[in-house]
């Protein structure tokens, strides 16, 4: 079976973990500290704060920047469903936006027909590795006085515009879930150029903690912390945190090696009038944390039955990216909303195996298996 995705992880990794347990700092440690440095250098913000995932960061940019009940975020259906939790989470309401087809990304013509005066924030995603147009939802925001976030749960490594994601925003949330390009098993980041969220950001992470545990251990002094005010059980361990780093450490080229793979996807499937491929535009650079392809209606396979032939042949594949508006969990409260974009592209896109290491061979043969299966005459004349 070639999988859809899977960890680029070596023996690196694990000596460091293994290195990391014998120092007994397993928690919120120097490792910790030394990830957040890292990952704020590598995207060029001035401030990273390590938590346990890309939900809980998510849920804290949440919190900073005042978003609470009564009020609107306006974000995309097409993203998976933790993005609208988030704002569920501290009472607020999603409002879904469309997305454009050629991008998977929020539209911005959209979101502004959707702002009213309940609207606090815009959350936009980088939806598969593949940056939306910052500069033009930050126009947005300043233009109503709204705050922008950023769900870069897929995009670490990808750039906007000369400039890596992480540094564009105020807020801007990372994820290292083993689908993602780089992972710590779980966990993730959120980096900020704002001193006063950064130091409120690590606050709320560990229960509103005034004096963390890695300080007080190296303190020459007695301190006594305070809990000023209620926080969460956010951390990131040190285990993981150490894995991290040497993950970022290979992030650029495993990048190259992903975006080598994309180019050989590219090149093979150009000549199929009825699909239509990632777009990527001048000045953006997607890390390609996922490749999706997306069947026109004059493709003869639907997308279904493109899925269960290629899992036949031992090729591992994902229907297109969930809509969170027609999720159960959604779809009762979202009352008569339609996205018919965002609703297209997810049933009639597939995405197809992209990891790293990704040899020749297995490259070949999902190139060789879809086009078999979506062009059956024209394999079979040959």
């Given at each position: 079976?070639?999988?859809i995705?899977?960890?680029?992880?070596?023996?690196?990794?694990a000596?460091?973990?293994?290195?990391?347990?014998?120092?007994?700092?397993?928690?919120?440690?120097?490792?910790?500290?030394?990830?957040?440095?890292?990952?704020?250098?590598?995207?060029?913000?001035?401030?990273?704060?390590a938590?346990?995932?890309?939900?809980?960061?998510?849920?804290?940019?949440?919190?900073v920047?005042?978003?609470?009940?009564?009020?609107?975020?306006?974000?995309?259906?097409?993203?998976?469903?933790?993005?609208?939790?988030?704002?569920?989470?501290?009472?607020?309401?999603?409002?879904?936006?469309?997305?454009?087809?050629?991008?998977?990304?929020?539209?911005?013509?959209?979101v502004?027909?959707?702002?009213?005066?309940?609207?606090?924030?815009?959350?936009?995603?980088?939806?598969?590795?593949?940056?939306?147009?910052?500069?033009?939802?930050?126009?947005?925001?300043?233009?109503?006085?709204?705050?922008?976030?950023?769900?870069?749960?897929?995009?670490?490594?990808?750039?906007?515009?000369?400039?890596k994601?992480?540094?564009?925003?105020?807020?801007?949330?990372?994820?290292?879930?083993?689908?993602?390009?780089?992972?710590t098993?779980?966990?993730?980041?959120?980096?900020?150029?704002?001193?006063?969220?950064?130091?409120?950001?690590?606050?709320?992470?560990?229960?509103?903690?005034?004096?963390?545990?890695?300080?007080?251990?190296?303190?020459?002094?007695v301190?006594?912390?305070?809990?000023?005010?209620?926080?969460?059980?956010?951390?990131?361990?040190?285990?993981?945190?150490?894995?991290?780093?040497?993950?970022?450490?290979?992030?650029?080229?495993?990048?190259?090696?992903?975006?080598?793979?994309?180019?050989?996807?590219?090149?093979?499937?150009?000549?199929?009038?009825?699909?239509?491929?990632?777009?990527?535009?001048?000045?953006?650079?997607?890390?390609?944390?996922?490749?999706?392809?997306?069947?026109?209606r004059?493709?003869?396979?639907?997308?279904?039955?493109?899925?269960?032939e290629?899992?036949?042949?031992?090729?591992?594949?994902?229907?297109?990216?969930?809509?969170?508006?027609?999720?159960?969990?959604?779809?009762?409260?979202?009352?008569?909303l339609?996205?018919?974009?965002?609703?297209?592209?997810?049933?009639?896109?597939?995405?197809?195996?992209?990891?790293?290491?990704?040899d020749?061979?297995?490259?070949?043969?999902?190139?060789?298996?879809?086009?078999?299966?979506?062009t059956?005459?024209t394999?079979?004349?040959?």
């Open positions: 079976m070639i999988p995705a899977k960890p680029y992880l070596t023996e690196e990794e000596q460091a973990a293994y290195d990391t347990i014998l120092t007994g700092w397993i928690t919120q440690g120097p490792k910790v500290q030394e990830f957040e440095e890292k990952f704020a250098a590598y995207t060029g913000a001035k401030y990273a704060v938590v346990s995932n890309c939900t809980t960061a998510l849920h804290l940019a949440m919190i920047t005042g978003v609470g009940p009564g009020d609107e975020v306006i974000c995309p259906s097409m993203s998976y469903i933790a993005t609208a939790n988030a704002i569920k989470y501290v009472g607020a309401t999603p409002i879904f936006a469309e997305v454009q087809p050629e991008t998977y990304n929020i539209d911005p013509l959209d502004e027909k959707r702002i009213t005066d309940k609207t606090k924030a815009i959350l936009i995603v980088h939806q598969v590795g593949m940056p939306a147009d910052i500069d033009v939802f930050q126009e947005l925001c300043d233009k109503y006085g709204l705050k922008l976030i950023e769900d870069a749960a897929c995009a670490a490594g990808s750039a906007y515009k000369g400039k994601i992480g540094s564009h925003s105020e807020l801007v949330c990372f994820s290292f879930h083993p689908r993602k390009v780089i992972s098993g779980d966990g993730g980041m959120i980096t900020t150029n704002r001193e006063d969220y950064y130091n409120r950001l690590k606050l709320l992470r560990q229960h509103g903690m005034s004096v963390n545990d890695r300080v007080r251990h190296e303190a020459n002094k301190i006594f912390e305070d809990h000023v005010e209620v926080g969460y059980n956010y951390r990131m361990t040190d285990i993981q945190a150490a894995v991290g780093i040497k993950q970022l450490e290979k992030l650029d080229w495993i990048v190259i090696e992903r975006r080598k793979i994309a180019a050989a996807y590219q090149e093979a499937f150009k000549s199929l009038d009825f699909v239509r491929l990632p777009l990527e535009k001048e000045g953006y650079y997607s890390n390609y944390q996922s490749y999706s392809i997306y069947l026109k004059s493709c003869q396979v639907g997308r279904n039955e493109l899925m269960q290629l899992l036949d042949k031992g090729i591992a594949s994902r229907r297109g990216i969930m809509t969170a508006h027609r999720e159960t969990a959604y779809k009762d409260k979202c009352g008569v339609s996205l018919p974009v965002s609703e297209d592209l997810q049933d009639k896109s597939v995405i197809i195996p992209l990891y790293v290491p990704m020749e061979e297995k490259i070949k043969y999902v190139i060789e298996s879809f086009r078999s299966i979506v059956p005459e394999i079979t004349a040959h």
